[in-house]
C-alpha cells in the first residue's frame, strides 16, 4: 500500500477528495510553509488516474510545481485544460488520454509545452488537432 503526499490548496484538496473514484490514503502532516515550499518545488511527477478533476482544480493543484516532469490525467473527465499550463517548463511528459475535450479538439495551450518529449492523447475521440502542434520538435 502506498501513501500519497499531498499539499494543495484545502478548496482544492477537498474538491479531490469528493471526486476520487478509488480508494486512496491520506496522510496528513502539519509542516511549516516553509517545507510546504521547498516539498512543491521538488514534485515531480503526479497521477491523477480516474480522479476527476476540472480545468481549474488542476491549475491549483500544479500551478506552483517548478519541477514537474510527468503528468498524468488519464481519464480525468477533463473538458478543456488550464491556460497556464505552458508555466511548467519541465514537464516532459504529459498523459491526457481518455478524456473529451470540448469541441473534440485537442486544446491548444499543449503546443506551448516545448520540452514534451511524450503526449498521450489516445481515447480522446478527437476531431482536430492545433496547427502549431508540429512545433513540438522534442515529441519521440
Known amino acids: 500500500q502506498q501513501d500519497l503526499l499531498v499539499i494543495l490548496p484545502d478548496d482544492c484538496l477537498n474538491e479531490l477528495l469528493s471526486s476520487m473514484h478509488t480508494p486512496v490514503i491520506f496522510r496528513t502532516m502539519m509542516t511549516n510553509k516553509a517545507n510546504k515550499e521547498r516539498i512543491k518545488k ?8 480516474q480522479i476527476t478533476l476540472s480545468s481549474n482544480t488542476l491549475e491549483k493543484a500544479v ?5 514537474l516532469t510527468r503528468l498524468n490525467l488519464s481519464d480525468c473527465g477533463l473538458r ?4 497556464d499550463l505552458p508555466n ?14 470540448n469541441d473534440e479538439d485537442l486544446p491548444s495551450v499543449v ?7 511524450s503526449l498521450d492523447i489516445s481515447r480522446c475521440c478527437l476531431r482536430d488537432l492545433p496547427d502549431d502542434l508540429p512545433n513540438l520538435t522534442a515529441l519521440k
Do not use: M
Open 88 to 101: 511548467l517548463t519541465a514537464l516532459n511528459v504529459l498523459n491526457i488520454s481518455h478524456n473529451r475535450f
Open 111 to 117: 503546443s506551448a509545452l516545448k520540452n514534451l518529449t
Open 80 to 83: 478543456d485544460l488550464p491556460n
Open 63 to 67: 500551478s506552483s510545481l517548478p519541477s
Open 42 to 49: 521538488n514534485i515531480q511527477f503526479l497521477n491523477f488516474f
